[in-house]
């Protein structure tokens, strides 16, 4: 059959060779894509929030299954623009539609329906501009730090933790009377900081059933020893030592069952991956978030681990049959660091010529901010550029692996974390 992955980074880079594994793969096809997914399908350069091009073109290239890897496009309702359309409605969708995709497009909505179906969270408030005052008065007393989350999405960037009062007053003004996020910080929920480690759990959803994917976690901050700025994320490993039986028997009896029944109750077929941010209290989770896609680079992580032909993975999410789906897990540990250009997640330059792939050697390479340029060569074209993940006995020979081949691919500015799994070293 025909495949239409729509993304462009290394998430979908991994998407995309999972897919293409499958003998059910005829021709994948990819919107817009990277160099690294160039490798694997076509790219197709149409921009996915463009949703009537996006259906002509899998009206004329005969799409049979679409599975869709970034946030965006399923906040602003492409599911629900197939499934409104008789034509269209018959293409196997991997994706929650507008419904289930506030879950990630708006954190007050998602803290709400925790709150509602007893789903563990951070104690929380929202405030907007016609409550900005109270907002003020609220976060003058809130125990320290504390946090503020623009409500809907912001590339990643609409999460503070503010060390003093002084610091959460500003942010809260900014956000809300100065829209430093635009319109996704019209409302800002305001919640306590949790002291733990986190960890991301990827439940599948066809609706009724559901599987949970391999554990990872995820190194948000640009420096060594989680310091510096928040990033799109520095790497990460799968799986996680502290997730173990105990703790994911915890997770699914209090979160992920309660979460399955209450999007069913609120009349939400959601037919896709919800991602988990969970942190563990002294051993017991929480939800810091959820998203409606997989994460990023944890995606790079968790499908190498997983066996099972991917294609009937998302066919069986399509058609409702996950109850049928045995997950195969590979038992190894894999490691996942990323080469990012210099000045990330701030300013920085691109269009870099980049060379030693082949001298990788025992590591996948997913792009992520990469291109090809007219005389054939990869360039890189992001703040996050490339992702290695290896696959290992133990959690670390797997980084070491991958530290070793991030040493080896060149190019100019490049830069990565070398500690990606301290804790567990």
């Known amino acids: 059959m025909n495949i239409l992955l729509i993304g462009s980074g290394g998430r979908e880079h991994a998407f995309a060779e999972q897919l293409t594994k499958s003998a059910h793969c005829s021709t994948l096809y990819i919107m817009p894509g990277n160099a690294g997914t160039a490798q694997l399908g076509k790219n197709i350069s149409i921009n996915p929030n463009d949703f009537p091009a996006v259906a002509e073109f899998c009206i004329s290239y005969d799409i ?20 409104a359309d008789e034509k269209l409605a018959q293409i196997a969708f991997v994706g929650p539609g ?35 005052t109270d907002g003020i008065e609220y976060v003058k007393k809130h125990s320290l730090p504390v946090v503020l989350k623009a409500d809907g999405l912001a590339a990643g960037k609409g999460v503070l933790i503010c060390q003093t009062h002084e610091e959460a007053v500003d942010e809260l003004s900014a956000m809300i009377a100065d829209k430093k996020f635009g319109d996704a910080s019209k409302k800002v929920v305001i ?35 989680e310091t510096g700025l928040n990033t799109g994320g520095m790497g990460a490993i799968s799986p996680v030592p502290f997730a173990d039986d105990v703790f994911m028997q915890k997770v699914k009896e209090r979160i992920v069952e309660p979460t399955v029944f209450g999007l069913n109750q ?30 990023d680079p944890e995606t790079e992580a968790v499908l190498p681990r997983i066996q099972n032909d991917f294609v009937e993975l998302m066919m069986a999410t399509s058609n409702g049959n996950l109850n049928e789906v045995e997950l195969q897990i590979d038992p190894r540990a894999a490691a996942t660091i990323m080469l990012v250009s210099k000045g990330y997640p701030e300013d920085y330059e691109k269009g870099f010529v980049m060379s030693n792939f082949e001298e990788a050697s ?19 074209n992001g703040g996050r550029v ?32 070398r500690d990606i799994g301290f804790e567990f070293m």
């Not at 049979?64 to 499934?83: A, C, H, S, T």
């Not at 025992?362 to 890189?380: E, F, R, V």
């Not at 993940?389 to 990565?416: C, G, H, M, W």
């Open 191 to 225: 919640e306590e900081f949790m002291f733990g480690i986190e960890c991301s759990v990827f439940v599948l959803m066809d609706g009724v059933n559901y599987v949970i994917l391999p554990v990872a976690k995820d190194y948000k901050r640009i420096g060594e020893g």
């Open 362 to 380: 025992g590591s996948k390479l997913y792009h992520a901010g990469t291109k090809i340029s007219d005389n054939n060569q990869i360039l890189s």
């Open 266 to 295: 609120e009349g939400i077929s959601y037919k896709g991956f919800v991602f988990v941010g969970l942190m563990a209290v002294n051993n017991e989770p929480f939800v810091i978030e959820y998203n409606c896609r997989m994460g």
């Open 98 to 132: 507008q419904a289930g995709a506030i879950m990630e497009g708006s954190k007050d909505w998602s803290k709400a329906f925790m709150l509602k179906y007893g789903v563990p969270t951070a104690a929380y408030q929202t405030f907007t501009a016609e409550t900005i």
């Open 64 to 83: 049979k299954l679409l599975v869709v890897g970034p946030e965006e496009p399923l906040v602003r309702g492409i599911r629900d623009y197939f499934e």
């Open 386 to 417: 490339l992702a290695i993940t290896s696959l290992a006995d133990t959690i670390q020979e797997a980084v070491k692996i991958s530290r070793e081949n991030a040493e080896k691919i060149e190019f100019e500015n490049k830069y990565f974390r």
